[in-house]
């Protein structure tokens, strides 16, 4: 009984974030290469920039956590469907959790500790806010 209620938010989870998945990737992907310069154009300032944005933290790690338990929950019900034997897939669907866990916890700290003026880079390199003041 409790497995078929997770299961049935699970589903409705998959539509909800599939939805919202398809516009943070697509602004994404629009803010990240039509700039002027396009992909050539992101280097450390930028990226350095965009994450010291408290909205863009936010908007990354948000696409971030959807995308990775949006990618492994469907990965999940494919192994529950084709993999028979047990024990098997006790170890895919532990695999599975255990990579997206760490992905989770990686990206988050790197979105939000991400030092945008490291002491001793050269400026050249770095956001235009690290030298003002
Ligand atoms: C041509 C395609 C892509 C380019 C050029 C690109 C570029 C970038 C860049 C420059 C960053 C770091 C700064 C920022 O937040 O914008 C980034 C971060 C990120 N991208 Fe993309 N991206 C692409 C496609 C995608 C797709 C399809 C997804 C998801 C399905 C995605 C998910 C993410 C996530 C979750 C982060 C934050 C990662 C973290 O630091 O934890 N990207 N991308």
Redesign the pocket.
Known sequence: MKTLRLERLGWIFMRVSGVL?IGL?FT??F???MQEGG?KA?DFA??AG??ADPF?QWF?VT??WL?LIHGTNGMRVVVDDYVTRPRLKKVLQTSLFVSAAVLIVL??L??FTLDPCPVGAPASILPSFCSAG
Do not use: R
């Open positions: 998945l990737i994404h992907l803010v990240n290469l992909v992101i930028f990226v965009k994450l863009w990354d696409l971030l995308a990206g988050t790197v979105v």
